[in-house]
C-alpha cells in the first residue's frame, strides 16, 4: 500500500464518521490535558530534593539530616516586610553546619552570620526573585523580574539598609561610605541615609577668594588639566580639561581674586633660608613638628610617606608663594578661616625654616609645559561659563558663583533605580552593580557631554563605592523603623570660654572627637577628663610624647604656653566626665603590696597583658597597645578599673577585649599599673 | 452486557424520581423530541427542528458555537482563579508570582485563561463578519444582530478589565492610556473616567472596580444576554442558513 493510501485510511479510520472523530478528538485532548500534572511532576525543585536525599543518604549523620529534612515547596513567609522567599525549597542545607564539606550549590549550608535565617528571609539581603521557584527565575534577570542576584562582593551594602552606624564586620561598606564623603562625591550629588540626614562631604575643599595671594595662574592651569600629575593622591579629580579651557578658568579664578588681611604690614615675613645647614633644620622642625601626620611627602624612593588629612607636599615649592606660605604658617586661620591645619606657635625663625624647606620641594618639570599670556576680558567672561557649567562651586567658595543646588542626580535611591530607566554603555552587563561600576570608573563612557569628572580609583575603592550605593535602596526606606540602627547624627558641639577658643585655634576637633564632632585620627576625648591625671595632662600638652610605639602618626606640638596649657587641662578635667562612674569608687592610697604583687601575677599569667603592652621594657614586647611603663602618672586608678572591667562602654569600638574581670581582679591589677608612676628610663637606654 | 445497560437505563426512565424530573417521556416520535427540547430550561433556548444544512460546517464555520465554548472556558478557568486572588495592590501582583511558581497548574490554568481570552475577542470578531457578509443580520434577525453587537462589547471590556487584574507595569500603563482616552468624551469625559477609576489615577479603587466588573457585572450581563441571544435565534427561524432557492 502506497503512504497516501495509508495516510488516507488512517483518516478515515480515525475521523471517518463523527463518533470516531468525537472519540479520537477526545483522546488527543486527554492526553495535552496529562501535560499539566507532568510538568507538575518534573519541578526542577522536586528534582532537587531527591537529589539532597541522595546526597545525604550515606552519610554518618543521614538519619538526623533527614529527620530534619523537609519535602515540599518551602518558603519563609514574614508579610510585615513583604518577604515570601522560596529559596529554601532547593537550598535545603542552610542550617547544616555538619553539611561544611558540601561545595555543590543549592546543598551548601550558609556561612555563620549575626542573623538567624528565617528573621530576614535570603531577599532582603541576597536580592533575586523570592517568590520564584525555579532556578532561572529566582537568580537572574528575566522579562518578569528585574533584580538579579546581588554578587558577593557588593553583599554589605545589604547590610547598609539597617546598619546606618558603622559596624565591624563591613568594611567595604564602611570604606565605600567614606570615600563618598572623601572623594566629594555627596558635595554634587545629594545622597539621604533611610532616617533622613544628608551625608555631608568629609573633604575640606580650599575656598578660592583669595587664590591670586596664594598661587600663580599658571599653577591653576597646570593643576585643572591633570591634578593627580602635581599630587599623586590628590582627591580632585580630573575634569578632562581642554588646553584653551584651563586657560580661561585659571584668568577667571585669578580675576575674581580679592586680597585677605594678611600679617603684611604688621611684622616682616622671614625670609626664606635656602643654605644647605638651614635646609637641614627645616627638614628636621618639619619632622619634630609633625607635619607629616597629616601631610603626605614622596620620598626618594617615590613612596608617599604621611597622613592624608591635608595636601600631599611634594611639590608644594612649584606651587605657593612663600610671603603667603609664611602667613600660613603663622596662622592658618586668617587664610581660610574654616581650615583644619592647627595654629603652630611657631617663630620667625622657624617659619623661615619651614619655608625653606617647603620651598626646596618644587619640580620644574610640572610647571614647565604651562605659558599662558596675559587674559583677556573674554577669556575671563568664558572661564566664568566654565566654572558655572562645572560646578567648581560645589565644592570650592568662589566670588561671584553661587553654590548650584541639585547639581548632579540624587543618589538617595539609587540602590533600586530600575534597570528599564538606565542607559547602558556598550559593552556594560546589564546590571545595577556593573552600571554604577562602571559610572563611577569611566563616567565619560556613557557620553562625552557628562559633567562627572574622571576620578583615579583603585578597583577596590570602586567596588567599596558601588556597595555603599547599593544600599540606597527603597527597601531601606520602608523597612519597619525599628529594624533601623541609626547613624551618628551630625555634630555641631562647640565648646565655651577661653577653653574653646583654644580648642578651635588648635583645630582639636580635626583630629579628637569629642562629643560626636570631629575626626577619627586620634583618640576620642569625651571622657578624658575621668581618664587622666591633671599633671600628665598639663606636661602632655606642653610636650606631647607618643603613647603607642607602632604609631608614625602623632599628635604635634603646639608651642603652648604655661597659661594655655592650664587653662585647656582645667577645661578638660572639669568638663569631659563621663557618668558611667565615680572618681571616687577606687581610693588608690589603701593599694598594699600585696595587691601590687597579685596585680602583676595576673597582668603577666592569667591576662597576658604583656602581649599587647610594655610595663617592663626590657622584658615586654607588646606593640599593639600603649606603653604602661608610666600609666600610674597618666591614667587615674578609677578609670583603670572601670576599664578593665568593661572597656568598650567606655570607648566603644577600642581593640582592648572585653575581660569582664571580677572586681578583685580589677583591683589587684589596678594597683599594679598605679605603681607605674616613672619609667624605667635607665635600663630602657642601656638596652 | 451493552443490553443490560441499556436495560438499566430503561429502567431508570421509568422511575418516579426520573419522571419527577424529566418530566418529557422518552419515545422514537418527533412528539417526544419535540417535548424533550421544550420541556428543558436550558435547551428550550433553541429550536425543536433545525435545518440539517444549517449544521454544517460551511454555514457558520461553528464561530457562534466556538465563541460560547471559549466563554465556558473562561468561567471555569476563571472561577479557580478567583480562589488564588486578591484585588489588592500589595497582593495582586504577588498573586501572579504564587500562581506561576507555588500553585499546582497555575501556570496551566492562568495560561488556558488568557488564550481562551484572546481567542474569544477573535471569534467574537469573525463571527460578526461572518454574519455582516453573509447577510445573516437582515430582517427578521435585526435586533438579534444588535444584541450581537453588545455581546462583543462585552467581549471587549471583560478583556479591558481582566488585563488590569495582573497589576504589573503593562497593566497599570494599558490601563491609564484606555481611561485617559475615556477622558476625552466631551463635558463628562473626566467625570466618567473618575466614575470608572474610583478616582483620578489607576489605583486600589481602579483595580477592585475592574475586579467587580470582570469577575461579577460583566460575566452575568454576557450571560443574560446570550440566553436572549440564543432565543432570538429560535424565534427568528433558526440559524440562518441561506437563501432557500426558488425553484
Not at chain 1, 537529589?51 to 513567609?77: K, N, P
Not at chain 1, 582627591?235 to 579664578?253: G, V
Request: positive net charge.
Amino acid at each position: 500500500m502506497s503512504l497516501p493510501k495509508r495516510v488516507r485510511s488512517a483518516w478515515q479510520y480515525l475521523f471517518g464518521n463523527s463518533a470516531s472523530a468525537f472519540g479520537t478528538l477526545s483522546g488527543v485532548l486527554l492526553i495535552l490535558l496529562a501535560v499539566v500534572p507532568a510538568k507538575d511532576y518534573f519541578r526542577e525543585w522536586l528534582g532537587y530534593q531527591k537529589q539532597y536525599l541522595r546526597l545525604i543518604h550515606g552519610r554518618g549523620d543521614a538519619t538526623s539530616l533527614s529527620r530534619r529534612f523537609q519535602g515540599g515547596l518551602q518558603q519563609i513567609w514574614m508579610p510585615e516586610l513583604g518577604v515570601v522567599d522560596r529559596c529554601t525549597t532547593c537550598h535545603t542545607a542552610l542550617k547544616e553546619a555538619s553539611l561544611a564539606d558540601v561545595k555543590t550549590q543549592p546543598f551548601r549550608p550558609h556561612p555563620a552570620i549575626p542573623h538567624k535565617l528565617t528573621e530576614f528571609g535570603c531577599v532582603i539581603c541576597h536580592r533575586g526573585q523570592g517568590a520564584a521557584t525555579t532556578v532561572e527565575e529566582a537568580h537572574n534577570s528575566t522579562k518578569s523580574w528585574e533584580e538579579p542576584i546581588l554578587p558577593a562582593r557588593y553583599l554589605e551594602a545589604s547590610c547598609g539598609q539597617c546598619h546606618l552606624d558603622r559596624l565591624m564586620g563591613t568594611p567595604r561598606l564602611n570604606q565605600g561610605r567614606d570615600a563618598l564623603a572623601q572623594y566629594g562625591c555627596v558635595r554634587c550629588h545629594t545622597i539621604k541615609s533611610p532616617d533622613g540626614v544628608t551625608m555631608t562631604g568629609s573633604d575640606a575643599p580650599p575656598p578660592l577668594q583669595h587664590i591670586a595671594d596664594k598661587t600663580t595662574r599658571e599653577w591653576i592651569a597646570a593643576w585643572l588639566k591633570n591634578p593627580q600629575a602635581y599630587a599623586g593622591s590628590a582627591t580632585m579629580p580630573n575634569f578632562q580639561l581642554a588646553d584653551d579651557e584651563t586657560r580661561d578658568i585659571s584668568a577667571f579664578l585669578i580675576a575674581q581674586s580679592t586680597p585677605y588681611q594678611t600679617h603684611k604690614g604688621t611684622e616682616p615675613a622671614p625670609a626664606a633660608s635656602q643654605d644647605t645647614a638651614a635646609l637641614q633644620e627645616g627638614t628636621s622642625l618639619y619632622g619634630e613638628s609633625f607635619c607629616s601626620s597629616c601631610h603626605a611627602m614622596q620620598n626618594t624612593a617615590g613612596m608617599l610617606v604621611g597622613g592624608n588629612l591635608g595636601p600631599e607636599l611634594t611639590r608644594a615649592g612649584s606651587k605657593v608663594k612663600t610671603e603667603w606660605l609664611a602667613d600660613w604658617l603663622r596662622d592658618p586661620k586668617t587664610y581660610d578661616p574654616d581650615t583644619r591645619m592647627p595654629h603652630y606657635r611657631l617663630d620667625a625663625k622657624e617659619v623661615g625654616l619651614l619655608i625653606g624647606f617647603l620651598s626646596s620641594k618644587s619640580d620644574s618639570d610640572f610647571l614647565g609645559n604651562t605659558q599662558l599670556a596675559a587674559a583677556t576680558p573674554a577669556q575671563v567672561e568664558h572661564g566664568k561659563t566654565l566654572v558655572i557649567e562645572r560646578g567648581c562651586a560645589n565644592c570650592h567658595a568662589i566670588n561671584g558663583v553661587k553654590k548650584p543646588d541639585n547639581f548632579a542626580p540624587e543618589l538617595t535611591l539609587v540602590g533600586s533605580r530600575p534597570l528599564e530607566r538606565i542607559l547602558f554603555a556598550p559593552g556594560v552587563p546589564h546590571t545595577l552593580a556593573d552600571y554604577i561600576g562602571a559610572k563611577i570608573r569611566q563616567p565619560r563612557s556613557f557620553g562625552n557631554a557628562l559633567k562627572m569628572p574622571q576620578y583615579t580609583l583603585a578597583p577596590q575603592q570602586v567596588d567599596a563605592l558601588a556597595t555603599a550605593l547599593l544600599a540606597q535602596t527603597q527597601l531601606a526606606q520602608t523597612l519597619p523603623v525599628s529594624l533601623r540602627i541609626p547613624g551618628r547624627a551630625p555634630s555641631h558641639y562647640r565648646p565655651a570660654g577661653k577653653a574653646g577658643q583654644l580648642i578651635d585655634d588648635m583645630r582639636c576637633f580635626s583630629c579628637h572627637k569629642i562629643d560626636g564632632r570631629g575626626g577619627d585620627m586620634a583618640p576620642e576625648l569625651t571622657w578624658e577628663g575621668s581618664s587622666v591625671e591633671r599633671a600628665w595632662l598639663v606636661s602632655f600638652l606642653k610636650n606631647p610624647n607618643t603613647l603607642r610605639p607602632s604609631l608614625i602618626r602623632r599628635m604635634p606640638k603646639f608651642n603652648v604656653t604655661d597659661a594655655e596649657a592650664s587653662t585647656l587641662a582645667d577645661y578638660i578635667m572639669t568638663v569631659y566626665q563621663t557618668p558611667a562612674f565615680d572618681q571616687e569608687t577606687l581610693d588608690s592610697s589603701r593599694f598594699t603590696p600585696a595587691d601590687v604583687e597579685h596585680g602583676k601575677e595576673l597582668f603577666y599569667g592569667k591576662y597576658a597583658c604583656q602581649s599587647c603592652h610594655i610595663v617592663d621594657p626590657n622584658k615586654d614586647k607588646g606593640y599593639i597597645g600603649p606603653t604602661l611603663t608610666q600609666v600610674g602618672a597618666r591614667l587615674t586608678a578609677s578609670w583603670i578599673f572601670h576599664w578593665l572591667k568593661n572597656s568598650q562602654s567606655l570607648r566603644p569600638g577600642t581593640q582592648e577585649p572585653v575581660w569582664n574581670m571580677n572586681d578583685e581582679d580589677a583591683r589587684a591589677v589596678t594597683a599594679f599599673l598605679v605603681a607605674q608612676k616613672n619609667a624605667p628610663r635607665k635600663e630602657a637606654a642601656q638596652k | 452486557m451493552a443490553n443490560s445497560l441499556a436495560e438499566q437505563l430503561a429502567n431508570l426512565r421509568d422511575t418516579r424520581v426520573w419522571r419527577s424530573i424529566f418530566r418529557s417521556g422518552f419515545g422514537p416520535t418527533n412528539l417526544h423530541r419535540a417535548l424533550a427540547v421544550q420541556q428543558n430550561v436550558f435547551l428550550h433556548l433553541s429550536s425543536v427542528k433545525i435545518r440539517k444544512r444549517s449544521l454544517s460546517f460551511r454555514v457558520t464555520w461553528f464561530l457562534g458555537t466556538l465563541s460560547l465554548g471559549t466563554f465556558l472556558i473562561l468561567v471555569a478557568t476563571g472561577i479557580p482563579l478567583m480562589l488564588y486572588y486578591h484585588p489588592s495592590v500589595p497582593q495582586a501582583y504577588a498573586d501572579m508570582k504564587d500562581l506561576r511558581f507555588a500553585v499546582s497548574a497555575g501556570v496551566f490554568l492562568r495560561n488556558l485563561h488568557r488564550w481562551s481570552a484572546h481567542a474569544m475577542v477573535l471569534l467574537v470578531f469573525a463571527h460578526l463578519f461572518k454574519v455582516f457578509y453573509r447577510g445573516a443580520y437582515r430582517p427578521p434577525r435585526e435586533f438579534n444582530w444588535v444584541i450581537g453587537v453588545v455581546l462583543l462589547m462585552l467581549t471587549l471590556f471583560l478583556s479591558y478589565t481582566g488585563y488590569l487584574l495582573p497589576w504589573d507595569q503593562l497593566a497599570f500603563w494599558a490601563i491609564t492610556v484606555g481611561s485617559n482616552l475615556i477622558s476625552a468624551v466631551p463635558v463628562f469625559g473626566t467625570k466618567i473616567r473618575f466614575l470608572v477609576l474610583g478616582g483620578h489615577t489607576v489605583n486600589a479603587n481602579a483595580l477592585l472596580r475592574f475586579y467587580v466588573l470582570h469577575c461579577v457585572v460583566l460575566p452575568l450581563a454576557a450571560a443574560i444576554f446570550v440566553a436572549i441571544h440564543f432565543w432570538r435565534i429560535r424565534k427568528d427561524g433558526g440559524i440562518y442558513s441561506g437563501e432557500i432557492k426558488k425553484p
